[in-house]
């Protein structure tokens, strides 16, 4: 054990401290997670070894453990993470950042340290060639503890299939990511592929690495299509998109490199990508009732009109 003070709160990312304003659970979170980290730095032999840093669901905090540089990692516990740990072992560094150690009751985790250059500094369709390189490596058979896929988009495309008339999208595209939705749902329901989807596959979630040039970081694993996983790297950057001044041929050449790289099925993954915009859409819309961000749901309403039009 490694002597050290304790992490105060007044230490951690004011970022991290904003996860409070989520509600109560997240509040939870924040308020235990000083004791976290000074108990996870004494019982694995750690010491702190930089700033701390944050993404969307968890703190990061640079270490030094008997291996050599590392960083641990405490998060959110919630239904896209919480298999985080069990991806990662079933990977082993293949493809994927290494993980040296876990607790997964306490959302913790001890990672290879990796670089800070990610994919967001190389150009775009280099960058999907990178990620569909990545593709085949980690769409390996799923740890049957996985969620599947079919139960978590026919529960969001029933949701979908309530949006009235009124919500401020093309009903024509509601109508057809619930058809698409359930015939996907049928489909894995009928023939289960029992893949191992990383799910949240963008620029940022792939690291430079000193093992391996590229390595894909913070999964939200799930058991299911590897033609699920496209769409983010469609709805990222999206400035650049927009930059290139004709939309629909930047979001269909950023979509082909995906497919042809990645040995995809086109038409699968289409339908794919359209459920997955619109899935997003109904998520904005009861996330932000009354207020949703206009300029998100305009991004996922393109992109779905762009790989099919």
């Known amino acids: 054990m490694c002597d050290h003070p304790p992490v105060r709160r007044s230490e951690l990312p004011a970022g991290v401290l904003a996860f409070a304003d989520r509600g109560p659970d997240w509040a939870a979170y924040v308020e235990a997670l000083p004791a976290t980290v000074t108990a ?3 019982e694995w032999g750690l010491q702190p070894d930089g700033s701390p840093t944050h993404g969307w669901t968890a703190l990061v905090l640079p270490v030094r453990a008997e291996a050599g540089p590392a960083v641990l990692k405490v998060g959110f516990v919630e ?3 919480e298999h985080e740990p069990l991806a990662l072992q079933t990977w082993g560094g293949r ?3 290494r993980m040296l150690r876990a607790d997964p009751r306490r959302g913790a985790m001890l990672l290879e340290r990796l670089g800070s250059r990610d994919l967001t500094t190389v150009d775009a369709l280099a960058a999907c060639e990178v990620v569909a390189g990545l593709y085949g490596r980690l769409h390996v058979p799923a740890p049957p503890q996985l969620h599947p896929l079919a139960g978590l988009v026919g529960r969001w495309t029933g949701g979908l299939a309530r949006l009235g008339r009124g919500a401020p999208v093309p009903h024509r595209l509601v109508e057809q990511a619930v058809s698409l939705g359930r015939d996907l749902v049928a489909d894995l329901e009928a023939d289960p592929p029992g893949v191992l989807v990383h799910a949240d596959l ?3 979630n792939v690291l430079a690495g000193t093992r ?3 390595l894909a970081v913070d999964p939200h694993p799930v058991m299911g299509d590897p033609h699920y996983e496209p769409a983010p790297m469609l709805w990222d950057r999206w400035a650049e998109v927009v930059a290139s001044g004709d939309v629909r041929a930047a979001v269909r050449r950023r979509f082909h490199t995906l497919v042809d790289a990645g040995d995809l099925d086109e038409d699968r993954a289409r339908d794919w990508v359209v459920v997955r915009m619109l899935h997003n ?3 904005e819309l009861e996330d932000h009732p009354g207020r ?8 996922c309403i393109a992109v779905a009109k762009a790989v099919q039009d």
Do not use: I, K
């Open 40 to 42: 996870l730095l004494a």
């Open 79 to 81: 239904e896209e993470t």
């Open 95 to 97: 493809g994927a950042v």
């Open 202 to 204: 963008h620029y940022e």
């Open 212 to 214: 391996e040039p590229w």
């Open 281 to 283: 859409v109904l998520w």
């Open 292 to 299: 949703p961000d206009h300029d998100w749901l305009t991004t």
